[in-house]
């Protein structure tokens, strides 16, 4: 069984004192270019100091659109890079919640709040750093039901204790409200004898988690469905590190979960059809929910009785239009691609 304690101990050493900048790092796990990043996130981290950038460690770009006047809160936030991209998009009406354990890293974020607002032209800081722990997050302040959104950027692999992490996750996180984040999955368990290994779990691989049984907990948490936004392979180039953990393969992948009460653990058939407004300003013309459900503006979607959910019981309600209910059950939701789907609706499919 692991030590928390020494887990987090471990963590704190390799990201205050062995790792000072992203050229430290032994591995790309840890921190992928700007390349992947949207369009308005890329033009929003132009606005963001040095500093915070070169000292920054992340595996994605794990800020979701449509969260103006949003509460969000970012988990392991270190130097404050996806704060800062967020106290532009959330706007002088949101607020932004930065927590990390790492003093060093906040030392750096904190000592920009000043000069960031500026920039922002904002009369008063909607972002706040804390120094704690992401497990135990009712020691930082963080409310029941008190977020719209949280993020995190390759931090929750660090965790020692998953299980309290996405509880607390969900207990912070309003009704209808998102997890977002960015993280390294495992396509196997990573052994035991693994995951004390100092540099290994430091570089993200180590408290990787195996895929299935991030499916299992989240399940078990009472959110029986996610959805992969996108996902990569990452290549390990450092021989040493390869040679202690090369049997196993593994993916940087961005990942959105709701805190939702309807949700079933396969797709089923409701007969339900979303349309996109075309209201989200980031992505006027089409909003990909994930990796296999793009929604064309004014298109009729066909949608599982999840996929509903997800678009019309959260902020997204009100940039789609979501008809029928679930008093008609048709069986499980037809994934066949749309032309080999007969429909008297003229709506295409969502596969789910």
Do not use: W
């Amino acid at each position: 069984m692991l030590d928390i304690h020494g887990t987090r101990d471990q963590v704190k050493d390799y990201y205050g004192k062995q790792v000072r900048q992203t050229s430290d790092l032994r591995t790309s796990a840890c921190c992928s270019g700007a390349a992947a990043m949207p369009a308005h996130v890329r033009d929003a981290l132009l606005n963001v100091e040095p500093e915070i950038l070169q000292k920054f460690y992340g595996c994605g770009s794990p800020i979701p659109v449509a969260i103006e006047g949003c509460t969000v809160l970012d988990l392991g936030c270190g130097t404050g890079r996806d704060v800062y991209i967020a106290s532009q998009l959330v706007g002088p009406s949101g607020r932004v919640i930065g927590i990390d354990m790492t003093p060093e890293q906040l030392d750096v974020a904190r000592r920009h709040v000043d000069a960031q607002m500026s920039t922002f032209a904002y009369t008063k800081p909607n972002v706040e750093f804390i120094e704690g722990h992401i497990e135990d997050l009712s020691s930082a302040g963080v409310a029941d039901n008190s977020v719209d959104v949280v993020i995190s950027n390759c931090v929750l692999n660090l965790s020692a204790d998953k299980r309290q992490l996405f509880a607390e996750i969900f207990r912070v996180l309003k009704p209808g409200g998102e997890l977002y984040f960015s993280d390294v999955f495992a396509g196997a368990r990573v052994p035991a004898e693994l995951h004390d290994d100092s540099v290994l779990r430091g570089e993200c691989l180590a408290g990787a988690m195996y895929t299935e049984d991030f499916r299992r907990l989240l399940a078990d948490l009472g959110c029986p469905d996610y959805r992969t936004v996108s996902s990569s392979p990452i290549k390990i180039d450092d021989p040493e590190v390869h040679r202690r953990i090369g049997m196993i393969d593994f993916h940087s992948r961005t990942v959105r979960a709701f805190k939702l009460d309807n949700l079933e653990d396969v797709c089923e058939d409701y007969g339900q059809i979303a349309v996109y407004r075309g209201t989200i300003a980031e992505t006027p013309h089409h909003y990909d929910l994930d990796d296999h459900h793009r929604f064309f503006t004014g298109k009729p979607m066909l949608v599982c009785g999840n996929t509903a959910a997800m678009l019309a019981d959260t902020r997204f309600g009100k940039h789609f239009e979501v008809t029928g209910d679930r008093t008609r059950h048709f069986g499980l939701f037809d994934c066949s691609p749309t032309a080999d789907r007969p429909t008297d609706s003229g709506a295409g499919g969502a596969c789910c």
